[in-house]
């Protein structure tokens, strides 16, 4: 056997209203998640235990399925309570750190043909993995990204289980040795693989708009919400390349890397090539963020863990 799949982990996993070990999980091959992919998914950060963003996250998870035409299998309480279950059967050093609540519907099983079936019982898979925080000698000196034509469809606000785009995409930052491939349709920016993407300039943060054609990441709220508490300008629009490089700083943002600085791009410095006092400032507001919600016990909506 595989050497990867000998390190699959034996934990406990969700399927179809069934709790049962990762290892043993199965699907059947005509699930049009597998077939299509045909589905969407969801990753919550878990910290120490408790989840954080988590009503944003299970918004974003019926807007996905709406698009689908998939109703949701579950209501809110009953996803909390599933994820409850997951993250107390893990172990306790897993608990103690940072992991990600994976969640997956599929449209279900059904004779493989194009056209979307009525009636189907949709696919439901949870897990819990654990997540490498970044490292602090990384954040200090900021990453080096490379860029590429944003060639996924037209839909890219729906967080569909058809990554290839997406796989591809990070395939490109990989072989170059950097840490993402922040992409751009023409001339404008969209996204990085599996991050948001931000400039600074004169103190200002800016992303591209919220349309089809980016994945509206939670940290969208989120980081609106940090600079408006923090007193910085936040403005959505369309974002040109040659603003990209000539930003004062370069920002990621997604549920592993929380706010991420960017050195360079393409080999050329971003400002002054070190993260900025706009990231420092996000990243300590992001930090003060899970502090307060591990402070009160809860989760971050204020439901009891």
Same mark, same amino acid.
């Given at each position: ?5 000998? =390190? ?20 059947? %091959?005509?699930?049009?998640?597998? !077939? ?9 950060? $878990?910290? #120490? ?5 988590? #009503? ?20 809110? =309480? ?13 172990? =306790? &050093? ?37 997540? *490498? ?10 990453? &080096?990204? %490379?860029? &590429? ?13 058809? +990554?290839?785009?997406? %796989? ?5 930052? $990989? ?6 491939? !922040? ?17 600074? *300039?004169?103190? #200002?943060?800016?992303?591209?708009? *919220?349309?089809? +054609? $980016? +994945? ?12 408006? #508490? ?13 603003? $990209?490089?000539? =930003? ?25 090539? +070190? ?9 300590? &507001? ?20």
């Amino acid at each position: 056997m595989h050497p990867i799949i000998d =390190a699959l982990p034996d934990s406990l996993c969700y399927l179809d209203g069934t709790y049962t070990q990762l290892r043993d999980a199965k699907v059947s %091959v005509l699930d049009r998640g597998f !077939i299509f992919g045909d589905g969407v998914y969801e990753v919550v950060p $878990v910290y #120490e235990g408790h989840l954080f963003c988590f #009503e944003e996250h299970m918004a974003r998870l019926d807007r996905s399925l709406s698009e689908l035409q998939i109703t949701n299998p579950l209501k809110t =309480a009953q996803w909390r309570a599933v994820a409850m279950q997951l993250i107390e059967a893990s172990s =306790a &050093a897993a608990r103690a750190g940072m992991q990600g609540l994976y969640i997956q519907v599929t449209r279900g099983v059904a004779p493989r043909e194009h056209a979307m079936p009525q009636g189907l019982k949709p696919t439901v898979f949870v897990m819990v993995n654990p997540m *490498k925080p970044v490292p602090d000698a990384v954040r200090a000196k900021g990453v &080096a990204c %490379v860029s &590429a034509h944003d060639f996924r469809w037209q839909k890219a606000h729906i967080k569909s289980t058809s +990554l290839l785009g997406a %796989v591809l995409a990070r395939q490109i930052s $990989v072989e170059a040795g950097a840490a993402e491939t !922040i992409m751009f349709r023409g001339d404008w920016l969209s996204e990085a693989s599996s991050s948001n993407v931000w400039i600074v *300039k004169q103190g #200002e943060v800016i992303g591209p708009p *919220k349309d089809e +054609l $980016v +994945l509206a990441g939670i940290r969208y709220g989120l980081i609106e919400r940090l600079c408006a #508490e923090a007193g910085i300008p936040f403005t959505l629009r369309r974002v040109a390349r040659e603003e $990209v490089f000539a =930003a004062d700083e370069l920002l990621l943002s997604s549920a592993s890397k929380e706010v991420l600085p960017v050195a360079t791009l393409d080999g050329r410095t971003i400002g002054n090539g +070190l993260p900025g006092p706009i990231y420092q400032t996000l990243f300590a &507001a992001y930090q003060q963020a899970k502090e307060d919600a591990k402070a009160r016990g809860t989760q971050d909506n204020g439901v009891t863990a």
